[in-house]
């Protein structure tokens, strides 16, 4: 049987589109000879669509694309995944019965499981953690169960065809290691020729590798191919951007695989699969991690796709000399003509000729528009107006004057630059401007709410500092070829140069200390066991603070003694709890590039720092209070 997965870019919340490209690409396929072409999960309406799930409307339009689809499934197998309806049942939130169904058109009519109560294959395990929510809109296979009273295995069945029995899965269904059940196992017992996971899998650091590992694990084991499509492009739920890489790939029995490439591009993948005998493709799975090669990549796909999304041709850029800055500027230069790039330069009274002058450096390498805009005269007048300002009651029974000590005046710095001359200079050069923080910053609030906090996207947000330096470094050496960004740039000291305590010239700058708050930060956020003060500290008293942190140094020569640790710890866990989470909540969207981008992937409520008790005691311990 000659089969095609079709990794599409599927655009979210646009079905007569998708439609529309899927028909072109069932015609080039029937023209080639294939009998089944399969298309990805939600391939018409989009995955992360937020709420337009309860527009009838919406759910109308794919209903009718659907049938679009099936109409041209004569002398072609067309397989694909659409939101499927019970107009007459109620989903458990008082709205219309919802599935995440896989629909097998053949002939004009669609087929479903043998023994199945629809004409599609419902999803039976929804995934409710990270980005995902989907028992939010959509009932799974084990709860239509219980409703129809029949034991699940009955539910999950092959799709007979023509020519071959197919086991249709979606996505979750064959990762299914913390499930109570297993979809692929119960289709295993069957007589199925083929398992084919058709899927809508946001791209993960490193994801890709726990997927081969398992899939092809899953085959070998079942001793049946497994068919993997993927689909491309970018989705969003509002806080958090999530691009998809395709990858689609085949799986046979002994080990052997083909993968579609390149990744985060649209591409096929045929196969001819001999229905009632072994599969056997060329060589062994390679199980290789990702390198930072590969989050280059996903940064500037899917920067690009925001940018073509938003439909925005221009882009502003505030370089402050510093890598953020750079790495951001040299992203977009990449992805945009020089004319539509501009760079500028805000200094103060506290910035550097170093930094002013690598700025400039930068925008001559990069070879686009660039210009230099001081703030002193405009915080000046700021300054004027606010401090000593008297305010009273309308009365003038009560009068009390206005200051602005020196943090306040850091923040004036950074809101003139972002919401003044960012803002008026993207409005007339016709384009957006950039937020340039990156995660070790967002997760602590160390950036200034409404200033370079601004920006229409955060697309090194999930970057933690140290793999911003990574990034620069790949940039240089496998991107641009040649130094794009400065040296210099490299070997500066991070600072946000905003008061004399912050002077680089002397050494001087933000109270971070990279790399051991990168690691601290990440078992915050991104640890599978988040952890918390309590453990931190726990870790600490038993000399194995480093190893569970996977810092390289020693964390006694950074904190001589345990009060210094533990009000740097304090300090920050107060951040992260406190003020932090307010900021992140009024962030740009951030590119999710890892597990746990800030968003809608990390949720979080404003509740202010806590500690439990166990900690408490272990401080009172470490302390000999």
Aim: proline content about 6%.
């Amino acid at each position: 049987m000659r089969i095609r997965l079709a990794q599409m870019e599927v655009h979210p919340g646009h079905p007569r589109e998708n439609t529309a490209r899927m028909i072109a690409q069932i015609a080039t396929a029937r023209q080639a000879g294939i009998e089944l072409i399969a298309f990805p999960e939600m391939a018409i309406p989009g995955y992360i669509i937020g709420d337009e799930w309860e527009r009838h409307a919406f759910l109308r339009e794919c209903e009718r694309c659907g049938g679009r689809l099936r109409e041209q499934s004569h002398g072609i197998v067309v397989v694909f995944g659409n939101v499927a309806m019970d107009w007459r049942r109620r989903n458990e939130d008082g709205r219309v019965r919802k599935y995440n169904a896989m629909f097998v058109a053949e002939a004009g009519h669609f087929t479903g499981p043998r023994s199945g109560p629809y004409p599609y294959v419902i999803k039976t395990l929804l995934p409710n953690y990270r980005e995902f929510d989907d028992s939010r809109h959509f009932c799974d296979l084990r709860k239509l169960a219980l409703e129809e009273h029949r034991p699940l295995s009955e539910l999950i069945a092959p799709v007979p065809l023509r020519h071959a029995i197919l086991g249709g899965l979606l996505c979750e269904d064959a990762w299914d290691m913390d499930y109570s059940v297993s979809p692929l196992q119960i289709l295993a017992e069957t007589d199925a020729d083929f398992f084919l996971n058709i899927s809508a899998s946001p791209f993960t650091f490193n994801k890709n590798h726990k997927r081969n590992r398992v899939f092809s694990a899953q085959a070998a084991k079942l001793h049946r191919p497994l068919l993997y499509v993927n689909q491309v492009g970018i989705q969003n739920n509002g806080k958090t951007v999530f691009s998809f890489d395709g990858l689609s790939c085949v799986y046979d029995s002994l080990g052997g695989h083909r993968e579609c490439k390149p990744a985060f591009a649209e591409a096929v993948l045929d196969i001819d699969l001999p229905v009632g005998k072994p599969l056997r493709l060329p060589g062994p799975l390679a199980l290789r991690e990702d390198a930072i090669g590969t989050m280059s990549e996903a940064l500037l796909y899917g920067t690009r796709k925001f940018l073509e999304l938003c439909r925005v041709e221009r882009v502003v850029v505030g370089i402050s000399g510093g890598v953020d800055s750079a790495v951001v500027a040299a992203l977009y230069r990449r992805l945009l003509p020089p004319e539509n790039l501009l760079l500028v330069n805000m200094p103060s009274r506290h910035n550097s000729q170093t930094t002013r002058t690598l700025a400039l450096d930068l925008a001559r390498r990069l070879e686009c528009m660039v210009a230099e805009i001081p703030i002193e005269d405009s915080v000046a007048l700021t300054r004027r107006q606010i401090d000593g300002l008297e305010i009273h009651r309308a009365d003038g029974s009560q009068s009390r004057t206005l200051s602005l000590g020196d943090l306040a005046m850091e923040n004036v710095q950074a809101r003139d630059r972002s919401s003044r001359i960012l803002a008026a200079l993207a409005s007339a050069f016709g384009g957006v401007f950039t937020c340039n923080a990156n995660k070790s910053e967002l997760t602590v609030g160390y950036t200034t709410l409404y200033g370079d906090l601004g920006g229409y996207l955060a697309n090194i947000a999930d970057l933690w500092k140290m793999e911003v330096y990574a990034i620069a470094t790949h940039l240089n050496e496998r991107v641009f070829g040649r130094i794009a960004i400065p040296p210099g740039v490299m070997s500066l000291t991070p600072s946000a140069e905003l008061s004399p305590a912050q002077n680089v010239d002397e050494g001087k700058g933000d109270p971070l200390i990279y790399p051991y708050h990168d690691h601290l930060f990440r078992s915050w956020v991104e640890r599978w066991d988040r952890a918390a003060p309590e453990d931190i500290l726990g870790w600490y008293l038993d000399g194995n603070l480093e190893e569970q942190l996977g810092y390289a140094g020693r964390v006694r020569d950074l904190f001589p003694t345990p009060a210094a640790f533990i009000a740097d710890l304090e300090r920050w866990w107060n951040q992260y709890q406190g003020m932090g989470v307010a900021k992140r909540i009024q962030a740009p969207p951030v590119l999710a590039l890892k597990k746990r981008a800030f968003g809608f992937d990390h949720r979080e409520s404003q509740m202010g720092p806590t500690y439990t008790e166990h900690y408490e005691e272990l401080k009172a311990k470490t302390l000999g209070n």
